[in-house]
């Protein structure tokens, strides 16, 4: 197993983070792991993406030219990343941040409306682990409970009262992810 992904879109949407938790996730599950973001001066309100790589072998190189899956959070990012996903792949895109969406026919699209559900949970911080929720559910690469440690890992101690809601971000997700 090998998974090459991109999560892409504005500084601040939880990109970089989202990618984190996937990479310690792999890592709990004693898989190869890498984690490559990218982001520019603009970090905040800017695109910024990263590159996460999950496989049973050794990784040869972080960079890649294609995707095996695509999280797409916005439409600048839907522009650059459409066309790298491998026929046969995945691209899972957030209703709000795409004005025109995808149109390719040789991979699965999914939509997840993942800024409404954090909108209804009355909290704006769960849209990633909603996403990450999404992708689980569409392409099993790590199991929720590896999630769960690498988000314990990741989080400072100082909010680790907020896992259980992030554990309800991950199933809302996996709950409203729709193919299109």
């Known amino acids: 197993m090998k998974e090459e992904i991109i999560i892409s879109g504005f500084g601040g949407q939880g990109v970089l983070s ?20 990218a982001y520019g001066p603009e970090q905040r309100g800017g695109t910024a993406n ?47 941040g795409i004005i025109h969406p995808p149109t390719r026919k040789d991979i699965q699209i999914y939509r997840i409306d993942a800024m409404d559900a954090a909108n209804e949970m009355n909290n704006s911080k769960a849209f990633n682990m909603i996403v990450l929720g999404g992708l689980l559910k569409v392409q099993p690469i790590v199991n929720i409970d590896s999630v769960m440690k690498g988000l ?10 907020l896992l259980p809601m992030n554990e309800a971000a991950i199933l809302k997700g996996m709950e409203i992810i729709h193919l299109q």
């Open 18 to 37: 989202m990618g984190k938790i996937l990479a310690y996730s792999g890592l709990m599950e004693n898989k190869e792991v890498t984690w490559m973001p």
């Open 50 to 96: 990263v590159t996460v790589i999950i496989s049973d072998e050794k990784i040869s190189s972080p960079i890649l030219s294609s995707y095996d899956a695509a999280i797409i959070l916005n439409q600048p990012s839907l522009e650059k990343f459409e066309s790298k996903v491998k026929p046969g792949g995945i691209l899972i895109y957030d209703g709000y």
């Open 152 to 161: 314990k890992k990741t989080l400072p101690e100082r909010h680790h009262h």
